[in-house]
Nanobody, 130 residues
Framework: QVQLVESGGGLVQAGGSLRLSCAAS????????VAWFRRAPGKEREFVTA????????DYADSVKGRFSISRDNVKNTVYLQMNSLTSDDTAAYFC???????????????????????WGQGTQVTVSS
């Protein structure tokens, strides 16, 4: 199983940008689909975005489409979340999660169900000031 460590969170003004990183160690990271979730104070955890093992299949929550971008570097064992045009609604703890469930060697291997992610990082806080 991989271990995940998020970094890159912080305080940013509305309209600004941040890039989060999710660094993996342990088993072969390229076998894993990776997703970002977030949890705002007083709210349920919500899905943000996901990427399959190759980077060939992506998924985004409607609330972040056009503003956030997920990518991965399997040589560096890292997944990135570029966040642009941030608003106060993006304030949350951000978590990366990974799973090997549903893995196939196809470049366009479909993403697992959002409930299938079974390995989690500790999270990184993003605070957007208005």
């Amino acid at each position: 199983q991989v271990q995940l460590v998020e970094s890159g969170g912080g305080l940013v003004q509305a309209g600004g940008s941040l890039r989060l990183s999710c660094a993996a160690s342990g088993r072969t990271f390229s076998d894993y689909a990776v997703a970002w979730f977030r949890r705002a104070p007083g709210k349920e955890r919500e899905f943000v975005t996901a990427i399959n093992w190759s980077g060939g299949v992506l998924d985004y929550a409607d609330s972040v489409k056009g503003r956030f971008s997920i990518s991965r570097d399997n040589v560096k064992n890292t997944v990135y979340l570029q966040m642009n045009s941030l608003t106060s609604d993006d304030t949350a703890a951000y978590f990366c999660a990974a799973t090997q469930r549903g893995y196939s060697q196809s470049y366009y291997a479909r993403l697992p169900a959002r409930s299938d992610y079974d390995t989690w990082g500790q999270g990184t806080q993003v605070t957007v000031s208005s």
